[in-house]
């Protein structure tokens, strides 16, 4: 059965930064787009961003331009580098694998989800 496991959530004050990761195991890691979403307290899970097999990236406006998003096949791992973080950026975030087509249309999700980290962004 595949299996996601996110590490690296935490605790951080406003303006700060957090990466996240999400390795991969019994799974073709290459062939998979992966993704994160978050779920806030209360509200729907939404995406965050994805990397498709070639590389290529896409974003929620929210996070354009304080986020990214890499991929290490080699490492069967996916990164999501957090910068300038805000209080609403506080959520459990996902991670997510699927085809392709979540990088261009992330709804609906891949078929597979991690467990979830928890970020908390406060003063």
């Known amino acids: 059965q595949v299996q996601l496991v996110e590490s690296g959530g935490g605790s951080v004050q406003p303006g700060g930064s957090l990466r996240l990761s999400c390795t991969a195991s019994?799974?073709?890691?290459?062939?998979?787009?992966l993704g994160w979403y978050r779920q806030a307290p209360g509200q729907q899970r939404e995406f965050v961003a994805a990397v498709s097999t070639t590389g290529t990236t896409n974003y929620a406006d929210s996070v354009k331009g304080r986020f990214t998003i890499s991929r290490d096949n080699a490492k069967k791992t996916v990164y999501l580098y957090m910068n300038i973080l805000e209080p609403e950026d506080t959520a459990v975030y996902y991670c997510?694998?699927?085809?392709?087509?979540?990088?261009?249309?992330?709804?609906?999700?891949?078929?597979?989800w991690g467990q979830g980290t928890q970020v908390t962004v406060s003063s």
């Open positions: 019994r799974i073709s890691f290459q062939i998979y787009a």
């Open positions: 997510n694998a699927g085809s392709d087509r979540i990088v261009a249309r992330p709804q609906p999700p891949g078929e597979y």
